[in-house]
């Protein structure tokens, strides 16, 4: 019914669609080597801590060199444990008579696993690295990925030196290893934004709405169907005007988060020209996204993450423009130092309610 167990999603159906979706795979390793990965990753790491001067509390995960499907693979295992409660409060509550309830759930199950498929293989094919934390009560150890065939992929799209890439994004990547591993409180802090969030959306699952959404999406249209799941529909039938504010503030702290590696990314790399030249043509390459491409990324809220960088970027460049990298190192002294949504359009308000000193 569902593929892969109980629940409501059928998530063999996203792993297939998924696979689909991501192939095309110039060469799995994008001719690096985990070696290569690795020693980036370690000379990424030197200047994130000589410039931060943030201390890891615990170890970084050294970095992995995957495929597109691995990746996959990985983020389908933690995507389907975020949802676990969404799909058993569905499964509980859809208790319709035969043979309508069995065709109800197989509809839900082919949308969500539709959804999850096309979002997961789209994704895998731009991603160049992850810092992945685990934001389940029982995460497994966080992880350093590089996708290098993507990286090797933008580079020559981009003109620039494979190698030179890889260390500018490593770098990315290794702030975010070194937020989580130096912050000790922010990873409980963002998986508890997102766990209040999925188990509030699952208290009041539309069971209506979900039973109107399964009836189209069961139709002989296989069209309309991924239409109707890259609309985000069936995620709309799972939350409610009550979790805006709680998406508020997961947005804003993701924004800080991604925003911060921003800036740390380029500060880190200012004094050597051929990475910092890197900055404009990752920005023309962001911007130039249009048509189907751009579509696909905005229904599945990839516009939001943009949105995040740039964001989180703008208030990270100037905190530390007036007042200095320490001055905004205090974003991470506790979950009431990180910036409200005013605060991240209005860096100053930020650093009056911090009494920071200006630099």
């Given at each position: 019914?569902?593929?892969?167990?109980?629940?409501i999603v059928d998530w063999a159906l996203g792993r297939?669609?998924?696979?689909?979706?991501?192939?095309?795979?110039?060469?799995?390793?994008?001719?690096?080597s985990a070696a290569e990965v690795r020693d980036a990753a370690e000379r990424g790491l030197d200047r994130v801590l000589a410039y931060t001067k943030l201390e890891p509390a615990g170890p970084v995960p050294t970095a992995e060199l995957v495929t597109r499907g691995e990746w996959i693979e990985s983020n389908l295992g933690e995507l389907r444990a975020l949802a676990a409660p969404l799909e058993h409060r569905a499964a509980?509550?859809?208790?319709?008579?035969?043979?309508?309830?069995?065709?109800?759930?197989?509809?839900?199950?082919?949308?969500?696993g539709v959804e999850a498929g096309v979002a997961l293989g789209y994704a895998s094919r731009r991603v160049l690295g992850q810092y992945q934390v685990g934001l389940t009560a029982e995460p497994g150890a966080p992880r350093t990925l590089i996708l290098g065939s993507n990286l090797a992929s933008t580079a020559r799209e981009l003109r620039v030196d494979r190698h030179r890439f890889l260390f500018w994004v490593a770098i990315h990547e290794q702030t975010h290893a070194l937020q989580f591993?130096?912050?000790?409180?922010?990873?409980?802090?963002?998986?508890?934004?997102?766990?209040?969030?999925?188990?509030?959306?699952?208290?009041?699952?539309?069971?209506?709405?979900?039973?109107?959404?399964?009836?189209?999406?069961?139709?002989?249209?296989?069209?309309?169907?991924?239409?109707?799941?890259?609309r985000g529909e069936l995620a709309r039938a799972l939350a409610g005007p009550e979790q805006e504010a709680m998406l508020d503030r997961l947005q804003a702290t993701m924004a800080v988060i991604e925003g911060y590696a921003e800036h740390v990314m380029d500060a880190a790399a200012a004094a050597d020209d051929d990475l910092a030249a890197m900055r404009g043509r990752m920005d023309a390459r962001r911007a130039r996204r249009n048509g189907l491409g751009d579509m696909i990324a905005r229904a599945l809220g990839m516009g939001m993450k943009l949105r995040q960088y740039e964001l989180g970027k703008a208030w990270s460049d100037a905190v530390a423009a007036e007042a200095g990298v320490g001055v905004l190192n205090r974003v991470w002294d506790a979950p009431s130092s990180l910036p409200s949504e005013v605060e991240l359009e209005s860096p100053e308000r930020w650093l009056a309610r911090i009494g920071a000193t200006l630099a």
């Amino acid at each position: 019914m569902s593929g892969d167990g109980p629940g409501i999603v059928d998530w063999a159906l996203g792993r297939r669609i998924a696979g689909a979706v991501a192939r095309g795979e110039d060469g799995a390793s994008g001719g690096l080597s985990a070696a290569e990965v690795r020693d980036a990753a370690e000379r990424g790491l030197d200047r994130v801590l000589a410039y931060t001067k943030l201390e890891p509390a615990g170890p970084v995960p050294t970095a992995e060199l995957v495929t597109r499907g691995e990746w996959i693979e990985s983020n389908l295992g933690e995507l389907r444990a975020l949802a676990a409660p969404l799909e058993h409060r569905a499964a509980a509550e859809i208790s319709l008579p035969r043979p309508f309830g069995r065709i109800v759930r197989r509809g839900l199950g082919a949308a969500g696993g539709v959804e999850a498929g096309v979002a997961l293989g789209y994704a895998s094919r731009r991603v160049l690295g992850q810092y992945q934390v685990g934001l389940t009560a029982e995460p497994g150890a966080p992880r350093t990925l590089i996708l290098g065939s993507n990286l090797a992929s933008t580079a020559r799209e981009l003109r620039v030196d494979r190698h030179r890439f890889l260390f500018w994004v490593a770098i990315h990547e290794q702030t975010h290893a070194l937020q989580f591993a130096g912050v000790p409180w922010l990873r409980d802090h963002v998986a508890g934004l997102v766990t209040d969030l999925v188990e509030t959306a699952s208290g009041r699952v539309d069971v209506a709405a979900l039973a109107s959404l399964a009836r189209r999406l069961v139709s002989r249209d296989p069209r309309r169907a991924l239409r109707e799941a890259m609309r985000g529909e069936l995620a709309r039938a799972l939350a409610g005007p009550e979790q805006e504010a709680m998406l508020d503030r997961l947005q804003a702290t993701m924004a800080v988060i991604e925003g911060y590696a921003e800036h740390v990314m380029d500060a880190a790399a200012a004094a050597d020209d051929d990475l910092a030249a890197m900055r404009g043509r990752m920005d023309a390459r962001r911007a130039r996204r249009n048509g189907l491409g751009d579509m696909i990324a905005r229904a599945l809220g990839m516009g939001m993450k943009l949105r995040q960088y740039e964001l989180g970027k703008a208030w990270s460049d100037a905190v530390a423009a007036e007042a200095g990298v320490g001055v905004l190192n205090r974003v991470w002294d506790a979950p009431s130092s990180l910036p409200s949504e005013v605060e991240l359009e209005s860096p100053e308000r930020w650093l009056a309610r911090i009494g920071a000193t200006l630099a």
